[in-house]
């Protein structure tokens, strides 16, 4: 970037970087080589995120997790970019957080508002290519087959913002 930015100062009126082809291949280039830097997604105001934990009858349990479409595609976008280089993802609001890493063999465990989900190089996969789709319906709940008793709840609602417009998640 610096031939661009000879002095290091940045223009907020610029145009990104990200429009011309060369930086483009710069960026991709290293981030497959290197992964991604965002360890950490905290508190956005439009959050979902919650959790929760069913049982039934005596000993089918399964824990719910509640997100909207937004925050379930940036982590689907993220932790590819951290989990193969052996770095954890931490997807957190207020006092809940998702904590991802890399693991042996899929699982997850619920520590009270922490749920830690330890994903192999199949559960990622499965995680980041098995893409659900709302086809216009306000919640869907997807079931991903590497970790079958850990449920997504995908909110697909308008959310507004604090001046009563739509707000683009």
Request: aromatic share 10%.
């Amino acid at each position: 970037i610096m031939p661009h930015i000879p002095m290091g100062i940045v223009d907020i009126t610029r145009e990104t970087f990200l429009r011309d082809g060369t930086i483009q291949t710069q960026v991709a280039d290293g981030t497959l080589r290197d992964g991604c830097s965002t360890g950490v997604v905290a508190d956005s105001s439009l959050s979902l995120l919650a959790l929760r934990q069913r049982k039934f009858w005596l000993f089918f349990r399964h824990t719910e997790v509640l997100l909207s479409v937004a925050e379930f595609h940036e982590i689907q976008s993220i932790i590819p970019l951290r989990l193969p280089y052996g770095r954890t993802f931490e997807f957190s609001r207020a006092e809940t957080v998702l904590l991802f890493e890399p693991a042996a063999k899929n699982a997850f465990s619920l520590s009270g508002s922490k749920l830690t989900i330890g994903l192999n190089a199949d559960g990622l996969k499965c995680l980041t290519e098995d893409v659900p789709t709302s086809d216009g319906v306000h919640v869907f709940i997807h079931v991903f087959a590497a970790l079958p008793l850990l449920r997504w709840f995908v909110h697909n609602y308008p959310l507004k913002n604090p001046d009563d417009t739509i707000a683009t998640v």
